[in-house]
Each structure stands twice: as C-alpha cells, then as structure tokens.
C-alpha cells in the first residue's frame, strides 16, 4: 500500500521530537533482539571482512532482496544486478525521499520488516531518525574501507554525492549573465527563476539548508557585489534567509517537476530564458536534446550546492546476505580503480563489470564518494567548483524551521 503523504514540514517537525525524546534511550537501554538481528546478519558491531563467496552462497538460499528507494535509477540497477544474480529475485520501490522514509516507520512501527535496502538522501531522517532507532544499519563493504573518505563511511554509507546548480541558458548568454547569487532577486529575473519545491522534496530542503548554514558567504557576496551592508527585513534572522526571502518575492516559479525546469531554461531557440535551480545531472539532457543548460560555476558565493544520498541495510532485514551484495553492487567492483577505462554504453560490457551498480548513476551530476572512480564524462569543472553543504547537525537542528520559513514566506 502507498503510504499517505505528509507535508515535509510535519514530518520534519515530528522527526525532530522522536529524536529529541528517543534517542538518550536508545543510547543507553540494550535491545536483545535488535543485538541477536546483529549478530547473527554479521552487522554493525559483528561486522567481519566479508567471504564473498559464503555471501553470495547465502544470498542466492535468500533468494530475493527488497529495495526502498529514493531514486528511480534504482529500476535500472536491480536490471543489472539481476544479469549478475538471476538467482535473486530484486524488488525495488521508487518511493521518492519523503515516502522512503515513512514507508520505513510505518512498517517497522506495525512489526513488518519487509525492506532488505533503504536508499534516501533524507539526511535528518536516515542520520539522526532511522538509524538511532534502529530501523536501518549502516554497512560498508570491507574492500572500501581505505577508498572512502570517513566522512562519507560514517555514520552512513553515501552512495553518490549529488548537487543541486544554478542553470542559465548559454545560447541566449554566451557568459554568465550574473557574477553573484543575488542578482536573482533583481527585478530582471521577476517571474524568471524556477525550482522545485521543498514541500515532499528533502533534497530541496538540503538546499536550502546550506544557503542558510552559509549565511554568513552569503552576506559576504552581497556586501562585495553591492557595495554596501545587506539590511536584512523585518523579521528575518541572517543573510540565507534574507536571500530566500528576496528571491521568493521577486515571484519565484514553483514546480513539481525538475525535468521541466531544466527543458524550461536550456530550450534552445528562447531570447529571453528563465534561470533556475536544476539538479545537474540534467546537464545531460545538452547531449540528448540539444539543450544550452550551463553553470555559471564562477558565481559568488557559489553554484553548487551539494548532497549525499545514502545507502543501509534496513533494520531486521529478511534477507541480509543479499542486502549486503546489493550495498556491494550498488559502490561497484573491487577491481574498479582511478585508471579503469570506462567507455559508453556504461550498463554493459566491461564498463558494467567495472561499475556494477554505478552504472546506471554514471553521469555528469552524480559522483561517487570513491576516491579510486574516474569522473563521469563532462564533470571536469566538479572538482575545482565551490560548492555548499549543509551539514547533519544543522540540518538535524534547523531544516524543520526552513521549512517553516518557506511555507510562510511562499504563503503570503
């Protein structure tokens, strides 16, 4: 059944209470059960350097794994991973970030453990939610261990690291048509800058979160661009939330739909184009449709702000031995490395050997957190580009009122 769904903003507020109440007794009161799950499924603290081979053995007895996602990629990886495994049967939901989470609570709040995989980019929900109340397990496989950087194995596995950009339209703006985020609230770009909603979207509000948390980059840009101190309006508490207020009453565009926002600004063919938040692996839509989607990557105080989308075992999984080999599918092959050549079509042949799982994710936007993975193609301006991130104490302790500010702000 398809979870009812919640406002991001009472989920996120409920969230932050569980939390609050919940987590000193889960830290301090032992769960017998939870602890013989552990053992017996070789996780979290019985962790061992895998056999893959008594893995994928048990895996294939289990027969199936159960994936709740996120990300509707997460189709095309259960296609691969069965050409891998036909013995083991892949379900995968594409559920969304905020119907992930909740279909993770209700069944574990009614007793069913059904999900063998949960994939999210919910960082308040996944770090500071689900995995203190035990209803997922963080998991790395044992052979990447020294290809990952700590931040990005702990407290959760992150699967890839993803952004969301300011686009412009390159064909109506040979060069950047602004030199600071600001210039989005000018009366130029009244009604002409879009982005989806952060309403059902966490990886919105993770957006959002980091222009706040960098509030202080923030002022900065708009006192070096303009000259003169940011007076911030009645109300308002810092330079992220000014930003956001200004933009959202210079008549932002709110969609549901990030494909036809970055269609809306890259079309070719437009004298006067809109600009909008995009997330930037539809840059690709430049070599499948002939789009001008550009990145200003120069802007200040930047043009990128980033997420990672995490990977776990889930609590009490039925099938933990295949969930294992899934998270291990998912981060690709042990023999992949920096000088692995990796030609296109990446779902097949030694490509889809090498990157497994990664595969279907292999583009320009989506980076693993492997420090051994050639970068996708056109990504050369990623590693050199500032980028914004919020992190998950702030994002424990603030994105529930961003997203009040927002609601309010947007229902004026």
Do not use: C
């Amino acid at each position: 059944m398809t979870p009812t769904f919640r406002s991001a903003k009472a989920w996120l507020a409920a969230g932050a209470l569980t939390l609050a109440l919940a987590a000193p007794a889960l830290a301090q009161q032992a769960d017998p059960k939870w602890d013989a799950w552990l053992q017996k499924s070789q996780l979290g603290p019985y962790q061992k350097n895998e056999n893959w081979d008594e893995v994928v053995t048990n895996a294939k007895k289990e027969g199936e794994v159960v994936v709740y996602s996120s990300s509707g990629t997460m189709l095309k990886v259960a296609e691969d991973f069965a050409k891998f495994y036909p013995e083991i049967k892949v379900k995968a939901y594409d559920l969304g970030s905020e119907k992930t989470i909740e279909k993770v609570v209700r069944e574990h709040q009614a007793g069913v453990y059904a999900a063998d995989v949960v994939y999210s980019g919910g960082t308040e929900q996944m770090v500071f939610d689900l995995l203190p109340n035990h209803r997922i397990v963080n998991y790395v496989p044992s052979y990447l261990t020294d290809r990952i950087a700590a931040e990005h194995r702990e407290p959760l596995l992150t699967h890839v690291i993803e952004a969301y950009g300011v686009f412009y339209n390159s064909e109506a703006h040979p060069q950047p048509p602004m030199k600071t985020i600001w210039e989005l609230t000018e009366p130029q770009w009244k009604g002409r800058f879009s982005m989806k909603s952060p309403a059902g979207s966490l990886t919105t509000l993770m957006m959002l979160a980091a222009i706040v948390e960098h509030s202080d980059e923030m002022q900065k840009a708009y006192e070096q661009h303009y000259g003169k101190k940011l007076e911030l309006s009645p109300g308002v508490e810092n330079a992220g939330y000014e930003f956001l207020h200004r933009l959202i009453g210079n008549d932002i565009v709110i969609s549901d739909n990030s494909s036809k926002i970055a269609t809306a600004v890259g079309l070719r063919g437009q004298a006067k184009p809109p600009m909008a938040f995009s997330v930037i692996h539809y840059l690709t839509k430049n070599q499948s449709d002939n789009y001008a989607n550009a990145i200003p990557y120069d802007l200040q105080p930047a043009a990128l702000f980033s997420y990672p989308t995490y990977v776990a075992v889930a609590g009490q999984a039925p099938h933990p031995n295949a969930a294992k080999l899934f998270v291990a599918f998912l981060m690709g092959s042990k023999d992949l490395n920096a000088t692995s050549e990796l030609k296109a079509p990446y779902r097949s042949g030694k490509s889809l050997e090498l990157l497994q799982g990664m595969a279907a994710f292999y583009q320009v936007g989506t980076f693993s957190p492997r420090t051994d993975v050639p970068p996708p193609p056109h990504s050369e301006m990623w590693p050199k580009a500032r980028k914004l991130t919020a992190s998950p104490e702030f994002v424990k302790d603030n994105i529930a009122k961003i997203s009040d500010f927002w609601m309010a702000e947007t229902s004026r």
